[in-house]
């Protein structure tokens, strides 16, 4: 371990020490967030099922960089990859599209556990937890941009079926790592423009989603999710399923909401709502995402919105109640090193929330709201950047930028030596 590291971080822990907080504690504390790892940034959510096809359900990846995982033997390469670069032990999050099933052509409502078995075996072997999720697009019944609200009783039948496939591949890959999976339902349906009827296709998306939670698993293996959105693209006017239309729907029926931090209003902010909805409900996921003026799923960073859902997190005790997990997906960087800016840039913001000391509650307790001003300002500048360095010396893994080399020598040597790169 580099000398200075230790150096820095042996003032730094004083200086914490003085505000009255254990960071030996913190640090051990930060084990207490493993992040969902989603595999989808590694291919541009391509996935496995029939590669050529192009990325549809109103998402977008955007970006040409080369060396895009294209088989599940080069997605795992890279998703290690990336685990070498990022301290903790974390979570795979897996799309229904990344199935591997040997060879063999499945359609998505004949998914079975041993699709995934492959998947299931990389998880364990590495201490992984998994989640999962339907695949609700890129597909050809789903071409019109409807599916769980689909007019047509067939292909909304169809999509029923693999929703209850996915959460028996859920409850396996749960059982199999000894963690709950959270299975989480997004679905891309709405319209392009302005409905006559709003009421009907939320009550369709009611039943349908009531038929595919009919089943019950044992919440030791699955539990399962529901993700809302504001607008995408092709449903811009209206999308049925909504915030408040999951919200009710999560809280009536005991599901876990799944909030995508670009899926509101941009001003809108998400970690005001984690106390507000952690009242009614037993859990939540998060998608912690960029958005940059709208929902782009840039790769995140330490911004202040990421900070303060690590502070409505930490500061409520929910870290077992809360799932956190990323989604984005840039294709103009290096893939590895998205994964590698975000997960660690996630996990600082962790840190930094981690580091806060007892005395900002105090200060509002007694009413001093001067001082809870000034302390919080005055914490923005405090070396947490020096416990990140021990946490990740300590961890194995690089210190600063120094996976930056890492990811390039892997780039040159493995990734820019796939089929089709540059
Ligand atoms: C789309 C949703 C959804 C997807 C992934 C791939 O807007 O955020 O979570 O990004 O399922
Ligand atoms: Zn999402």
């Known amino acids: ?62 970006g040409n ?38 060879g063999k052509r499945v359609d998505r409502n004949e998914l079975e556990p041993e699709h995934f078995a492959a998947w299931i075996d990389f998880a364990r072997e590495r201490g992984m937890g ?33 929703a209850q496939a996915c959460r028996k591949v859920g409850a396996a890959m749960g059982e199999a790592t000894g963690t709950p999976c959270v ?5 891309p349906d709405g319209y392009k423009d302005t409905p006559a009827d709003r009421k009907t296709p939320r009550e369709r998306l ?7 939670f009919a089943e019950s698993y044992d919440p030791n293996y699955l539990l399962d999710s529901v993700e809302s959105k504001l607008f995408g693209i092709g449903s811009e006017s209206f999308v049925p399923g909504s915030h408040e239309f999951y919200m009710g729907y999560a809280m009536r029926n005991d599901k ?26 037993d859990g939540l996921m998060l998608h912690v995402s960029r958005g940059v003026r709208w929902d782009s799923d840039h790769v995140v960073t330490l911004t202040d919105d990421v900070i303060a859902l690590a502070q409505a997190i930490v500061r409520g005790g929910y870290e077992e109640r809360v799932h956190i997990g990323l989604d984005f997906f840039d294709a103009s960087i290096n893939r590895v090193g998205a994964w590698v800016v975000g997960m660690r840039s996630t996990l ?59 990811v390039k020598a892997y780039e040159n040597s493995v990734q820019k030596k796939r089929d089709g790169a540059g």
Request: hydrophobic residues 40%.
């Open 1 to 62: 371990m580099a000398k200075h590291i230790h150096d820095a971080y042996e003032i730094a822990r004083e200086r914490y020490a003085e505000l009255g907080v254990d960071t030996e504690k913190v640090l051990q504390k930060m084990e207490r967030f493993p992040l969902s790892m989603h595999c989808w940034q590694g291919d541009d959510v391509c996935g496995f099922e029939n590669p050529a096809d192009e990325l549809d359900g109103g998402i977008q990846a955007t």
């Open 183 to 187: 299975n989480n339902v997004w679905v």
């Open 348 to 406: 600082r913001a962790f840190l930094y929330a981690l580091l806060e000391p007892e005395q900002l509650q105090q200060a509002e307790k007694n009413g001093d709201l001067t001082r809870r001003l000034a302390l919080m300002e005055e914490l923005k500048s405090m070396p947490f950047q020096a416990v990140w360095d021990e946490y990740c010396a300590r961890q194995n893994v690089p210190i600063g930028t120094d996976w930056i080399e890492e």
């Open 130 to 162: 998994m989640d999962f999720n339907p695949t609700f697009f890129s597909h050809p019944k789903a071409s019109d941009g409807l599916t769980l609200i689909h007019p047509d009783k067939g292909i909304r039948q169809f999509w029923i079926e693999h």
């Open 256 to 281: 876990l909401l799944c909030l995508d931090t670009g899926h509101f209003h941009p001003t809108e902010s998400v970690a005001d709502k984690v106390s507000a909805v952690m009242l009614w409900l």
């Open 65 to 102: 960089y080369p060396g895009k995982a294209r088989t599940p033997e080069q997605l795992r390469a890279d998703i290690d990859k990336a685990l070498h670069l990022v301290p903790g032990t974390h979570r795979l999050n897996l799309h229904a599209i990344y199935l591997d099933p040997g």
């Open 206 to 212: 009611a039943a349908s989603l009531d038929e595919v």
